[in-house]
Structures are given as structure tokens and as C-alpha cells.
């Protein structure tokens, strides 16, 4: 765990400038009649958005469940905020990313097991999207390869092996 908070910080800070313009998205995958959001509001943004004031540019949207269109009875509520690095508690919010596979008072849907989630990081300013799934991994995706070929030679040695081929023969 100790490696995954490292290493998922370093490339954070890497890809994130103080000044960049960000959309800290969070999606939460439950089944229609799940109340749980209802009864207790997400805190992903109320535990790691510094500026409580912030928190009324919040948006959210029901949509249908993204991973399979046959499903009508999943559905994924998605909220999103713009802010600046400055503003999140990113360390912690990582952290606590990372430790969801595990039983620890940080995780971030620990009274709704039942449903999943994905957090994303959007450098508006960059078009870079960071894509911290657990402890296991990270992906970073951008609009051109460019923009990441900095992050491919300075952390090359990270890249997992399963997908070291691909991306190998994207840069190369």
C-alpha cells in the first residue's frame, strides 16, 4: 500500500499543475432502488474539497447504466466539480482510493458496499484524465500522446508488464 500512495501521488503531482483547470468526477454504479445517496450524500466532495462553499457548483446526473444498455435496472449517478489542484485534499482522496479493497474508516463507500464507483481527474487544461482504480493501478489517458510521452519516459519502469507492449508500441 505504502508503494501505491507513493506512486499514485508522484504521478498525480506530475500530471496536475496548481493552475490547471479540473473536473473531479465521481461515479457511483448502483441499482435504481438503491436509496443510499439519498439517505447520505457521496463524500468524496465534502471530505476532500477544502472550500465548503465550493460544494454548491456540484453537479449530478442519473444516467442510465453505462456498462451494459440492456440493464435497466442499474443506473450511474454521476457528480462532477471544476476546481483546481489547490482545493482537493488529493493526498487523502488517493489514499483512501487506494485502501477501498480493504476494511479502513477512509474508504469511500464503506456503508454501501453494494455499490461501486469510479473516481476521475480531468486535466481541463492539459486533456489528461487520471483514472486511480485501487491500490492495483492507475490509468492516464489523454487527447494526444504527447502530452504524456514525459510521464512514459520518466516512469516507464511502473508501467504494469500486461500492459507494457501496448503502450511500448505507442511511444516508440
Keep these: 500500500l505504502e508503494q501505491a500512495f507513493y506512486r499514485s501521488i508522484r504521478l498525480f503531482e506530475a500530471v496536475f499543475g496548481e493552475e490547471d483547470e479540473i473536473l473531479l468526477v465521481t461515479d457511483v454504479h448502483s441499482i435504481k432502488k438503491d436509496i443510499f445517496l439519498q439517505k447520505r450524500p457521496l463524500n468524496v466532495y465534502l ?82 484524465i487520471f483514472h486511480l482504480y485501487d491500490d492495483r493501478g492507475c490509468d492516464v489517458l489523454a487527447s494526444n500522446k504527447e502530452s504524456i510521452k514525459f510521464l512514459y519516459e520518466e516512469y516507464n519502469h511502473w508501467i504494469l508488464d500486461y500492459d507494457r507492449e501496448e503502450i511500448d508500441l505507442l511511444f516508440k
Excluded at 466539480?81 to 479502513?104: G, N, T, W
Aim: with cysteine.
Design 47 to 128: 471530505k476532500y474539497i477544502k472550500n465548503k462553499e465550493k460544494l454548491y457548483q456540484l453537479s449530478h446526473q442519473l444516467l442510465s447504466s453505462i456498462f451494459d444498455e440492456a440493464d435497466d435496472q442499474s443506473v450511474t449517478h454521476r457528480f462532477a466539480l471544476s476546481c483546481k489542484k489547490p482545493e482537493i485534499k488529493y493526498v487523502q482522496l488517493l489514499k483512501a482510493i487506494c485502501y477501498e479493497d480493504f476494511a479502513h474508516p477512509s474508504s469511500i463507500l464503506k456503508n454501501n458496499p453494494q455499490s461501486g464507483y469510479d473516481i476521475y481527474f480531468v486535466n481541463l487544461s492539459k486533456e489528461i
